[in-house]
């Protein structure tokens, strides 16, 4: 059984910077990328930065230059540094992972951790 578990999430003051975690766990073969997305309050959810297995990152324009996605191969993890944040990056925070394990591929989803931008 996969499992993504996320954490760091919190109350941060504008201007203010997070890390976010989240640890991949289970019988894994691959992991062939790791993203953030994030649903704000009314807003579907939406795609935040994304990292593959050869390294290669992208970012939504919204992050780009403020956040920061890293990976850490050994330990089946993935994080995000989030730094100069504002009000709108208020959120539930998302991990996804596409990844081969015991059970075949799959795509699968943390539970979600919450950013809170505010003064």
């Known amino acids: 059984q996969v499992q993504l578990v996320e954490s760091g999430g919190g109350l941060v003051q504008p201007g203010g910077s997070l890390r976010l975690s989240c640890a991949a766990s289970g019988s894994i073969f691959r992991l062939h990328s790791m993203a953030w997305y994030r649903q704000g309050p009314g807003k579907q959810r939406e795609f935040v930065a994304s990292?593959?297995?050869?390294?290669?990152?992208n970012y939504a324009d919204s992050v780009k230059g403020r956040f920061t996605i890293s990976r850490d191969n050994a330990k089946n993890t993935v994080y995000l540094q989030m730094t100069s944040l504002k009000p709108e990056d208020t959120a539930v925070y998302y991990c996804?992972?596409?990844?081969?394990?015991?059970?075949?591929?799959?795509?699968?989803w943390g539970q979600g951790t919450q950013v809170t931008v505010s003064s």
């Open positions: 990292i593959i297995s050869g390294g290669t990152r």
């Open positions: 996804n992972a596409v990844l081969t394990s015991g059970s075949g591929p799959g795509n699968y």
